[in-house]
């Protein structure tokens, strides 16, 4: 029988503490709000006890971050979209923050396995003076398990109303698109880490954070695969494609450190769970 589940996740500053409260239904749950960096900002965990998604499944979330609140939201793992005979299996998130709000989103990598039907769709409502960071990291196939991506469609969409919008439709018999030199190009990891602002960035701020994210790039392995760029008055990107999770991973890790201590002058501080 397929799950449908529900989390609403609110951030609010009270008394200069960043708390968390919540409500849920069906298999979503937060553990404990944790403060490795004092009460300013609150470190959560979302956890989907079935760990994965099968065909007619449903993940919603919602999260909220009131005004001058910190909240950031990752997972103990990755998430799984398993092989869907029918009907699709989807992940619907949305994000809002109110003015001054900051909200760092970062799920651990999505490994999509051959035969899924998956639709994965973020949107995201940012107020002035609002920053959002975050990321989406998907993965198509295990091919170093020998489990590589033969079958099925993974539908991702991005979107912020009026500013930034995005939509993919990543299907394994699309052979140009999965081998085609102008598409993935045989690779099977897709990336994008995003800085997203409520106010336009100052030309000095957008400049700030292309240069962090370009110079370590240019350090990288990855060199040849990943790059900076800024869509729009409101937001600035990193792309990576790659063969692999782990060193994307390493790589928007980096950037997302280099942006924090840049942009927001905060310590580079990472979710306890990731050190696990």
């Known amino acids: 029988m397929p799950w449908h589940a529900s989390l609403q996740l609110d951030y609010a500053l009270e008394q200069g503490r960043s708390v968390a409260r919540h409500k849920h239904s069906g298999p979503l749950r937060i553990l404990q709000s944790l403060y490795p960096e004092g009460?300013?900002?609150?470190?959560?965990?979302?956890?989907?006890?079935?760990g994965g998604l099968v065909g007619g499944d449903t993940l919603e979330l919602d999260i909220h971050a009131a005004a001058g609140s910190h909240g950031l939201m990752t997972t103990p793992g990755a998430t799984r979209f398993?092989?869907?005979?029918?009907?699709?299996?989807?992940?619907?998130?949305?994000?809002?923050?109110d003015e001054?709000?900051?909200?760092?989103?970062l799920p651990q990598e999505t490994l999509c396995y051959s035969g899924c039907r998956a639709e994965n769709t973020l949107s995201m409502e940012i107020a002035p003076g609002a920053e959002l960071?975050?990321?989406?990291?998907t993965a198509l196939g295990l091919p170093h398990a020998g489990l590589p991506f033969e079958s099925g469609?993974?539908?991702?969409?991005?979107?912020?109303p009026g500013v930034w919008l995005e939509r993919a439709r990543l299907a394994a018999d699309d052979a140009l698109l999965m081998q085609g030199?102008?598409?993935?190009?045989?690779?099977?990891?897709?990336?994008?880490?995003?800085?997203?602002?409520?106010?336009?960035?100052?030309?000095?701020?957008?400049?700030?954070?292309?240069?962090?994210?370009r110079t370590l790039i240019a350090d990288h392995r990855l060199s040849a695969s990943a790059g900076a760029t800024s869509p729009n008055p409101h937001t600035v990107l990193v792309r990576v494609l790659s063969d692999q999770v782990?060193?994307?991973?390493?790589?928007?890790?980096?950037?997302?450190?280099?942006?924090?201590?840049?942009?927001?002058?905060?310590?580079?501080?990472?979710?306890?769970?990731?050190?696990m």
């Open 39 to 50: 009460d300013a900002v609150c470190h959560n965990v979302l956890v989907h006890p079935p």
């Open 82 to 97: 398993y092989r869907a005979e029918d009907a699709p299996a989807r992940q619907i998130t949305r994000l809002r923050l």
């Open 100 to 105: 001054g709000a900051r909200l760092e989103w």
């Open 133 to 137: 960071m975050g990321w989406d990291i």
């Open 153 to 160: 469609y993974v539908q991702q969409q991005l979107q912020w």
């Open 181 to 213: 030199r102008a598409g993935l190009a045989g690779l099977r990891c897709t990336a994008t880490l995003y800085l997203a602002c409520g106010t336009p960035f100052t030309r000095a701020a957008k400049e700030t954070a292309l240069d962090a994210a």
């Open 246 to 275: 782990e060193p994307t991973v390493q790589l928007l890790r980096a950037i997302r450190l280099a942006w924090r201590q840049a942009h927001w002058q905060l310590s580079a501080a990472a979710p306890r769970i990731w050190a």
